[in-house]
T-cell receptor, first 115, second 114 residues
């Protein structure tokens, strides 16, 4: 399996612009997670889905952030408008599937820089 | 609420010596515990987990961890460190009966000197 795929790997944008991050989970996994990593706050959950349905979005910072999972093989995290404090590495992870385990497998991350 | 503490920002060890990276946790119910490793500019890589059963869990690359319920600890260990083990290590927990998302510790940087 190719593992969790994220794109882009790096994104540099200016304050106020819309940013869309993309994730393809491991085939057969039914849970998808979005995490954010910063120096100040470490790794924190933003939102997670089960069978394409958002289950817990309590970590989404504010209305500028939105996430969707239109099908089992694709999810997006959108920031509109972006701000410099959104600069971080955003990770997508997936878990579950047949013989389900609780191990979350992480993608390589998207490093976002908002100028 | 659940939490994880990794009391050491950095651990230094000489190659060939045993290493320990400490982790304590707090969770209301039964814990699922995980260790991940992160190399520079890479994602998190799963090392091992405790779900149930034996308190000593063996994982990838010769790492192991011991679950201690009374001390609420899950320390990561390796008998003989390699320079290539140098990386950032994260401990994580979730409540068995709770939400699926993981709560991570702040991370411990392991430096193995040749």
């Amino acid at each position: 399996d190719a593992g969790v795929i994220q794109s882009p790997r790096h994104e540099v944008t200016e304050m106020g612009q819309e940013v869309t991050l993309r994730c393809k989970p491991i085939s057969g996994h039914d849970y998808l997670f979005w995490y954010r990593q910063t120096m100040m706050r470490g790794l924190e959950l933003l939102i997670y889905f089960n069978n394409n349905v958002p289950i817990d979005d309590s970590g989404m910072p504010e209305d500028r952030f939105s996430a969707k999972m239109p099908n089992a093989s694709f999810s997006t995290l959108k920031i509109q408008p972006s701000e410099p404090r959104d600069s971080a590495v955003y990770f997508c992870a997936s878990s579950g599937g047949q013989g389900a385990t609780d191990t979350q497998y992480f993608g390589p991350g998207t490093r976002l820089t908002v100028l | 609420a659940q939490s994880v503490a990794q009391p050491e920002d950095q651990v230094n060890v000489a190659e060939g010596n045993p290493l320990t990276v400490k982790c304590t946790y707090s969770v209301s119910g039964n814990p699922y515990l995980f260790w991940y490793v992160q190399y520079p500019n890479r994602g998190l890589q799963f090392l091992l987990k405790y779900i149930t059963g034996d308190n000593l869990v063996k994982g990838s690359y010769g790492f192991e961890a011991e679950f201690n319920k009374s001390q609420t600890s899950f320390h990561l260990k390796k008998p003989s460190a390699l320079v290539s083990d140098s990386a950032l290590y994260f401990c994580a927990v979730r409540d068995k009966a709770g939400r699926r998302a993981l709560t991570f510790g702040s991370g411990t940087r392991l430096q193995v000197q040749p």
